[in-house]
T-cell receptor, first 113, second 114 residues
Framework: DAGVTQSPTHLIKTRGQQVTLRCSPKSGHDTVSWYQQALGQGPQFIFQYYEEEERQRGNFPDRFSGHQFPNYSSELNVNALLLGDSALYLC????????????FGPGTRLTVL | AQSVTQPDIHITVSEGASLELRCNYSYGATPYLFWYVQSPGQGLQLLLKYFSGDTLVQGIKGFEAEFKRSQSSFNLRKPSVHWSDAAEYFCAVGPYNQGGKLIFGQGTELSVKP
């Protein structure tokens, strides 16, 4: 049973650039959430996608956007990168119904220079 | 305000000793509580979760946690720590319907002395 997968593993960008991160949910899951984990901090919720729509959003600027595809995979896009966007970006998948747990992927380490 | 507090940033225990990691939460609705573990450079692995029922819950790798509503706490324990338990531990709270976000604490880094 494949778990949550994310790509790429690592990414280096410069300020002002744009980046796209990808996530494939655990088999059978239909909901994808994205979290940002800065160094030495706990993960912070960015947003959640279900049925190809953003269902809930955390306190992040509009530079952060996402998309969910019909096969439930998801992308996180960040525009106009800032140094402060350097972090580990975690994707978590779950089922919309029931009491299932959010299962996390290994993350994408983004470094902004 | 919804929040999770893990008072201990770093804990060091000897291998074979017992462990308790503290977690306090503030949440308006009935909380769904979790403990996750993160090894260096890795994602988060679920250790255990609690919503209702027996306030002492068992998890993987020999971990357990006790929910105390009166103290708004959900402390993680292990009777005997192994060197492989060295990692970062995160407490989190979320809504029961799993449709909402998880709020994480800052984490506690566990070091294990041989």
């Amino acid at each position: 049973d494949a778990g949550v997968t994310q790509s790429p593993t690592h990414l280096i960008k410069t300020r002002g650039q744009q980046v796209t991160l990808r996530c494939s949910p655990k088999s059978g899951h239909d909901t994808v959430s994205w979290y940002q984990q800065a160094l030495g901090q706990g993960p912070q919720f960015i947003f959640q996608y279900y049925e190809e729509e953003e269902r809930q959003r955390g306190n992040f600027p509009d530079r952060f956007s996402g998309h969910q595809f019909p096969n439930y995979s998801s992308e996180l896009n960040v525009n106009a990168l800032l140094l402060g966007d350097s972090a580990l970006y975690l994707c978590a998948s779950s089922l919309a119904q029931g009491t299932d747990t959010q299962y996390f992927g290994p993350g994408t380490r983004l470094t902004v220079l | 305000a919804q929040s999770v507090t893990q008072p201990d940033i770093h804990i060091t225990v000897s291998e074979g000793a017992s462990l308790e990691l503290r977690c306090n939460y503030s949440y308006g609705a009935t909380p769904y509580l979790f403990w996750y573990v993160q090894s260096p450079g890795q994602g988060l692995q679920l250790l255990l979760k609690y919503f209702s029922g027996d306030t002492l819950v068992q998890g993987i790798k020999g971990f357990e946690a006790e929910f105390k509503r009166s103290q708004s706490s959900f402390n993680l324990r292990k009777p005997s720590v192994h060197w492989s338990d060295a990692a970062e531990y995160f407490c989190a709270v979320g809504p029961y319907n799993q449709g909402g976000k998880l709020i994480f604490g800052q984490g506690t880094e566990l070091s294990v002395k041989p």
